[in-house]
T-cell receptor
């Protein structure tokens, strides 16, 4: 039990639609990171939020955006979905580099 | 190009033996490197972090080494058990400004009873 909860666990969207994925972090974890993981690959860093501000970003287009809220929850929004966006989306909450907890992920299928 | 390489082929070992997994990187100067375990369909679980000024770090049956000259980290599981079967991922911050984490593709470990 990591204390990090993601929703929904599975969803199917149509190309061109928009999706919002949610993550509830552990209380006190002021840093949240989002990752995309395709089958057979390692997680790809999308971005990180620290105290509600974006703190770092990977090589993802602007249609990937996020928010972090004061209650330690966060969202990943993806606009104009493409087929290649089909993947497992993971969030990780942390206090420091030695205290990192991942959620179980949201499986997104774009058809 | 910048990349992290882990053995793409699965590692099969006998219970009780030591499993050794390799993580090589190029064109980075990371301040630290992390190792994670991931079971099928689950999120990664953080195991260990080793910093650039540390040669070795241990945690129970796990040992990690970090050679910044070779640009390599080795991950050892001693007295391996079937329950250790999983995919093991290494990750680093490329230290290029701003926070970023880059993961390798992982190595699948199978421990046979």
């Amino acid at each position: 039990e990591t204390g990090v909860t993601q929703s929904p666990t599975h969803l199917i969207k149509t190309r061109g639609q928009q999706v919002t994925l949610r993550c509830s972090s552990q209380s006190g974890h002021n840093t949240v990171s989002w990752y995309q993981q395709a089958l057979g690959q390692g997680p790809q860093f999308i971005f990180q939020y620290y105290r509600e501000e974006e703190n770092g970003r990977g090589n993802f287009p602007p249609r990937f955006s996020g928010l972090q809220f004061p209650n330690y929850s966060s969202e990943l929004n993806v606009n104009a979905l493409e087929l290649d966006d089909s993947a497992l989306y993971l969030c990780a909450s942390s206090v420091d580099l030695n205290t990192i907890y991942f959620g179980e992920g949201s499986w997104l299928t774009v058809v | 190009s910048q990349k992290i390489e882990q053995n793409s082929e699965a590692l099969n070992i006998q219970e009780g033996k030591t499993a050794t997994l390799t993580c090589n990187y190029t064109n980075y100067s990371p301040a630290y490197l992390q190792w994670y375990r991931q079971d099928p369909g689950r999120g990664p679980v953080f195991l260990l972090l080793i910093r650039e000024n540390e040669k070795e770090k241990r945690k129970e049956r796990l040992k990690v080494t970090f050679d910044t000259t070779l640009k390599q980290s080795l991950f050892h599981i001693t007295a391996s058990q079937p329950a250790d079967s999983a995919t093991y991922l290494c990750a680093l911050d490329p230290n290029t400004g701003g926070f970023k984490t880059i993961f390798g593709a992982g190595t699948r470990l199978f421990v046979k009873a």
